[in-house]
């Protein structure tokens, strides 16, 4: 019902900045919290910033809180992570997600509370 489509992602240096994108195709009705997760090798995938796509409030994971931002444009057929001061661990492939409802089963933060995903794309950051 629903697909997710990512772009960007790619080499930075540690500083910069990057933009990823997901695409929300098919009928994302239904769907209460986007997502992007990440994870990195010999690391568990964890959440890094989550939106509400109704009412727009967002929550950030303490490692990026004031470094990275979630955002969905009016249509709500988009979800962006602005990214910037990027840091070496900050490596690790990003997974746009989506809840299969209205909730969030099992808390925002956690991955089984996403049915949908898309590929994952890699950001690097150069140490």
């Known amino acids: 019902r629903v697909q997710l489509v990512e772009s960007g992602g790619g080499l930075v240096e540690t500083g910069g900045s990057l933009r990823l994108s997901c695409a929300v195709s098919?009928?994302?009705?239904?769907?209460?919290?986007m997502a992007w997760f990440r994870q990195a090798p010999g690391k568990e995938r964890e959440a890094v910033a989550v939106i509400h796509t109704d009412d727009q409030a967002t929550t950030h994971a303490d490692s990026v809180k004031g470094r990275f931002f979630i955002s969905q444009d009016n249509a709500k057929s988009a979800v962006y992570l602005q990214m910037s001061s990027l840091k070496p661990e900050d490596t690790a492939i990003y997974y746009c997600a989506a809840t299969g409802g209205r909730w969030a089963t099992r808390g925002t933060l956690h991955p089984d509370s996403y049915a949908y995903w898309g590929q994952g794309t890699q950001v690097t950051v150069s140490s």
């Open positions: 098919g009928d994302p009705t239904g769907v209460g919290f």
